[in-house]
């Protein structure tokens, strides 16, 4: 379980407690002037005045000009920008710089160049384009660091620091080959145990030298881009946690060079939610607080985003975290940039801060001209002015932002739900080979996830290192990789009255991607009472039923074949030559239950199921609420904050289930009010607590 101390927005170094210097919502978002003619600069901070702004974050993509040669640091534009920000009253969020590598660094060390999964050596361009074992750029992207955090790091104004931008994607390059073989040196000791996790009697893969470990992509064994089709898995699974550990070793280097310095200004990095190739479970242990980028699709549903903002919660035990970047309107690299709706942006803006942020960021406050972002939305348009809708929305938010100012700083959010999210799971569960193409972990997340997020009842979506013991519920869909360990922890919580859940293909692998021989699902089968004998792989479109309370349901991409060893059937599969056997168990274990759903099955059974396991588990909704509905609670030394959000594109009655005043507009509630919610329009009640 999170920490349920009371936090105020604060990160801690060493044991040590720093408050960040926010007194309210920070608002703003990425500003490059140095893309513009200083005459525009003056327009800007007029513009920023206008809607509120007090942060922006600078300094993203200018490693060219601030270091156009090897041996020359050039900050005078940067120290331009700095004092006109800091005369006109902004906050910064400074970055590095570091996710591109200028040009003359890739002409003269083409070891910082990335090598593709298909094996092509990529030229200078792009970005997030530097080999993260390249020693040129590990060198001179902490010297950068270093530089800026001298220069700039006794300015009052600068909040956080920002590390490069957005880490990701992955190199195969002869330097990734090298530090791998070290890598995986210092994690297997000996050849023999490398040959014994990898399984590489198989196929006669033997090494009998490091110099025989090479990376796995498509000149060796993997077969197509995706990363689901690979020989051996172990191999592959090792290079996802070399990659991840590769980049967030490059993210270090920067960050211990700014705290060399600035030991008390917090550094971060900018994380995109369910982001697959790096494990942020284990970056987020570097980082003082996390921060994220939120660009939903335009058909995402209210709990798609949300489960991406828990997500980021979870990744300090529930501490708040940043939304670093959201588009204002349109974004251009989607395949159809829809505009969002009016009053999209606000309500989005405050579902993040329902989930947690305390910040509402852009990308970014002024549209470029060219290149590839020249049609992404911005604060201010190429029209250049203030007179446009998205801007207006800007404003008006920012407005009700000040007003709001810090009440809500730090708040956190208790949760009797725990879902469980793991990189290891993710890579491995898909990696698979079999038994179905429709594996689809964070699919299978978001199912669970979606059926308590629409009946309004608080998730904390975990790591498998955190504390489940105070959990009233831990669902771990898909524990795919349960590893060393974890099965002792899910048997004492289940002991000890907790309500656990798994799903199909759960506990096959250890943590080295092999199977745990003497039935599925292995370390958890005592638990759930249950072995699964066989696994049926169901072709896209068709289906096996079953009936639940009465209804008929659907079991897809997979069918388990389970004997009860201990559990009772709830729920037998209809059709087949495995009809009537168990598709849905209960298990009474110690003081609590183990569950196990053997199939996938449709959003209306999990929401009919999930909501009666609630029931019976004393797992209340923070309110009830229609379709549509969502809600939230944050709390903090300033009291209880009740967030409730209409997504629906119609005004929609709600009952308010406590007494209280909406912060945004000082109206006062009582409880069991009947309140017509605009489409789109939001509330959040400070509670009572007299009443
Ligand atoms: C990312 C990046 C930004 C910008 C936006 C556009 O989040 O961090 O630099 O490219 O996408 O949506
Ligand atoms: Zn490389």
Same mark, same amino acid.
């Given at each position: 379980?999170?920490?349920?101390?009371?936090?105020?927005?604060?990160?801690?170094? *060493?044991?040590?407690?720093?408050?960040?210097?926010?007194?309210?919502?920070?608002?703003?978002?990425?500003?490059?002037?140095?893309?513009?003619?200083?005459?525009?600069?003056?327009?800007?901070?007029?513009?920023?005045?206008?809607?509120?702004?007090? =942060?922006?974050?600078?300094?993203?993509?200018?490693? $060219?000009?601030?270091?156009?040669?090897?041996?020359?640091?050039?900050?005078?534009?940067?120290?331009?920008?700095?004092?006109?920000?800091?005369?006109?009253?902004?906050?910064?969020?400074?970055?590095? @710089?570091?996710?591109?590598?200028?040009?003359?660094?890739?002409?003269?060390?083409?070891?910082?160049?990335?090598? *593709?999964?298909?094996?092509?050596?990529?030229?200078?361009?792009?970005?997030?384009?530097?080999?993260?074992?390249?020693?040129?750029?590990?060198?001179?992207?902490?010297?950068?660091?270093?530089?800026?955090?001298?220069?700039?790091?006794? %300015?009052?104004?600068?909040?956080?620091?920002? =590390?490069?931008?957005?880490?990701?994607?992955?190199?195969?390059?002869?330097?990734? *080959?090298?530090?791998?073989?070290?890598?995986? +040196?210092?994690?297997?000791?000996?050849?023999?145990?490398?040959?014994?996790?990898?399984?590489?009697?198989?196929?006669? !893969?033997?090494?009998?030298?490091?110099?025989?470990?090479? /990376?796995?992509?498509?000149?060796?064994?993997?077969?197509?881009? %995706?990363?689901?089709?690979?020989?051996?898995?172990?191999?592959?699974?090792?290079?996802?946690?070399?990659?991840? *550990?590769?980049?967030?070793?490059?993210?270090?280097?920067?960050?211990?060079?700014? &705290?060399?310095?600035?030991?008390?200004?917090?550094?971060?990095?900018?994380?995109?939610?369910?982001?697959?190739?790096?494990?942020?479970?284990?970056?987020?242990? %570097?980082?003082?607080?996390? @921060?994220?980028?939120?660009?939903?699709?335009?058909?995402?549903?209210?709990?798609?985003?949300?489960? @991406?903002?828990?997500?980021?919660?979870?990744? +300090?035990?529930?501490? @708040?975290?940043?939304?670093?970047?959201?588009?204002?309107? /349109?974004?251009?690299?989607?395949?159809?940039?829809?505009?969002?709706?009016?009053?999209?942006?606000?309500?989005?803006?405050?579902?993040?801060? $329902?989930?947690?942020?305390?910040?509402?960021?852009?990308?970014?406050?002024?549209?470029?001209?060219?290149?590839?972002?020249?049609?992404?939305?911005?604060?201010?348009?190429?029209?250049?002015?203030?007179?446009?809708?998205?801007?207006?929305?800007?404003?008006?938010?920012?407005?009700?932002?000040?007003?709001?100012?810090?009440?809500?700083?730090?708040?956190?959010?208790?949760?009797?739900?725990?879902?469980?999210?793991?990189?290891?799971?993710?890579?491995?569960?898909?990696?698979?080979?079999?038994?179905?193409?429709?594996?689809?972990? !964070?699919?299978?997340?978001?199912?669970?996830?979606?059926?308590?997020?629409?009946?309004?009842?608080?998730?904390?979506?975990?790591?498998?290192?955190?504390?489940?013991?105070?959990?009233?519920?831990?669902?771990?869909?898909?524990?795919?990789?349960?590893?060393?360990?974890?099965?002792?922890?899910?048997? &004492?919580?289940?002991?000890?009255?907790?309500?656990?859940?798994?799903?199909?293909?759960?506990?096959?692998?250890?943590?080295?991607?092999?199977?745990?021989?003497?039935?599925?699902?292995?370390?958890?089968?005592?638990?759930?009472?249950?072995? /699964?004998?066989?696994?049926?792989?169901?072709?896209?479109?068709?289906?096996? !039923?079953?009936?639940?309370?009465?209804?008929?349901?659907?079991?897809?991409?997979?069918?388990?074949?389970?004997?009860?060893?201990? $559990?009772?059937?709830?729920?037998?599969? %209809?059709?087949?030559?495995?009809?009537?056997?168990?598709?849905?168990?209960? !298990?009474?274990?110690?003081?609590?239950?183990?569950?196990?759903?053997?199939?996938?099955?449709?959003?209306?059974?999990?929401?009919?199921?999930?909501?009666?396991?609630?029931? &019976?588990?004393?797992?209340?909704?923070?309110?009830?609420?229609?379709?549509?509905?969502? $809600?939230?609670?944050?709390?903090?030394?300033?009291?209880?904050?009740?967030? /409730?959000?209409?997504?629906?594109?119609?005004?929609?009655?709600?009952?308010?289930?406590?007494?209280?005043?909406?912060?945004?507009?000082?109206?006062?509630?009582?409880?069991?009010?009947?309140?017509?919610?605009?489409?789109?329009? =939001?509330?959040?009640?400070? &509670?009572?607590?007299?009443?």
């Amino acid at each position: 379980m999170y920490n349920k101390e009371q936090y105020n927005s604060f990160f801690m170094i *060493e044991g040590k407690r720093y408050h960040m210097q926010q007194n309210k919502i920070l608002y703003g978002g990425d500003y490059n002037p140095e893309q513009w003619p200083e005459e525009v600069w003056q327009e800007d901070m007029r513009l920023f005045k206008l809607a509120h702004i007090d =942060v922006v974050t600078l300094n993203v993509f200018s490693w $060219a000009s601030l270091q156009p040669d090897e041996n020359t640091y050039d900050f005078s534009k940067l120290d331009k920008i700095m004092e006109l920000v800091k005369e006109n009253g902004l906050k910064v969020c400074l970055a590095t @710089s570091t996710a591109v590598h200028p040009a003359w660094m890739a002409r003269k060390y083409p070891d910082v160049l990335r090598t *593709e999964h298909n094996g092509i050596r990529r030229k200078f361009g792009s970005r997030h384009n530097s080999c993260p074992n390249s020693p040129t750029y590990r060198k001179y992207s902490a010297a950068l660091a270093s530089q800026l955090a001298k220069r700039y790091g006794k %300015e009052k104004n600068i909040v956080a620091w920002h =590390v490069a931008n957005e880490y990701g994607g992955e190199c195969y390059c002869e330097n990734c *080959e090298k530090a791998f073989r070290e890598w995986l +040196k210092e994690k297997y000791g000996t050849i023999e145990e490398l040959n014994r996790v990898w399984n590489l009697s198989f196929w006669g !893969h033997t090494m009998y030298d490091w110099e025989d470990v090479v /990376v796995p992509n498509m000149q060796s064994e993997e077969w197509i881009w %995706e990363y689901t089709r690979t020989n051996f898995q172990g191999i592959s699974l090792d290079y996802r946690r070399f990659q991840s *550990e590769s980049m967030l070793a490059c993210f270090k280097l920067e960050r211990d060079e700014l &705290k060399k310095t600035t030991p008390d200004i917090p550094v971060t990095t900018n994380l995109m939610g369910f982001y697959k190739p790096l494990d942020y479970q284990k970056w987020a242990k %570097e980082m003082d607080f996390a @921060s994220w980028d939120n660009y939903p699709v335009y058909d995402a549903f209210p709990a798609q985003i949300a489960m @991406s903002h828990d997500l980021m919660r979870g990744l +300090k035990q529930g501490r @708040s975290f940043w939304l670093m970047e959201q588009t204002p309107g /349109v974004t251009n690299w989607h395949p159809y940039c829809s505009l969002k709706r009016p009053g999209v942006m606000r309500l989005w803006s405050y579902q993040a801060v $329902a989930h947690g942020s305390d910040t509402v960021m852009f990308f970014q406050m002024r549209r470029s001209i060219g290149a590839c972002e020249k049609y992404h939305s911005a604060v201010i348009d190429h029209a250049g002015h203030e007179n446009t809708r998205v801007f207006r929305e800007i404003t008006e938010l920012g407005a009700e932002l000040e007003k709001i100012g810090g009440q809500t700083l730090g708040a956190t959010t208790k949760s009797d739900v725990a879902i469980v999210f793991d990189w290891d799971n993710w890579w491995s569960s898909e990696y698979s080979a079999g038994p179905s193409k429709l594996i689809s972990y !964070h699919g299978e997340v978001q199912e669970y996830y979606r059926a308590f997020s629409e009946a309004n009842i608080s998730v904390d979506m975990i790591s498998m290192e955190d504390d489940i013991s105070g959990y009233k519920m831990v669902i771990a869909p898909l524990l795919y990789m349960c590893k060393d360990g974890y099965d002792t922890r899910i048997r &004492k919580f289940v002991q000890d009255g907790g309500c656990f859940l798994t799903t199909y293909f759960s506990g096959y692998v250890e943590d080295h991607d092999l199977v745990v021989t003497g039935g599925y699902p292995a370390r958890l089968r005592d638990i759930l009472g249950i072995w /699964v004998e066989e696994s049926d792989a169901i072709i896209e479109g068709n289906c096996n !039923h079953f009936y639940y309370d009465g209804k008929q349901y659907p079991a897809t991409i997979l069918c388990d074949l389970l004997h009860l060893e201990g $559990a009772k059937a709830l729920s037998t599969y %209809e059709e087949d030559f495995y009809a009537g056997m168990p598709v849905l168990t209960e !298990h009474d274990f110690g003081k609590g239950k183990a569950y196990y759903v053997a199939t996938r099955s449709n959003g209306e059974f999990y929401k009919t199921f999930l909501r009666q396991l609630c029931q &019976k588990h004393g797992i209340m909704p923070v309110m009830e609420a229609p379709d549509g509905i969502e $809600a939230t609670v944050r709390e903090n030394e300033n009291g209880s904050f009740l967030f /409730v959000l209409n997504h629906n594109n119609e005004a929609t009655d709600v009952v308010i289930p406590c007494s209280g005043t909406d912060i945004i507009r000082d109206t006062t509630f009582q409880k069991g009010q009947k309140v017509t919610l605009a489409s789109k329009d =939001v509330l959040i009640i400070r &509670k009572n607590y007299w009443l």
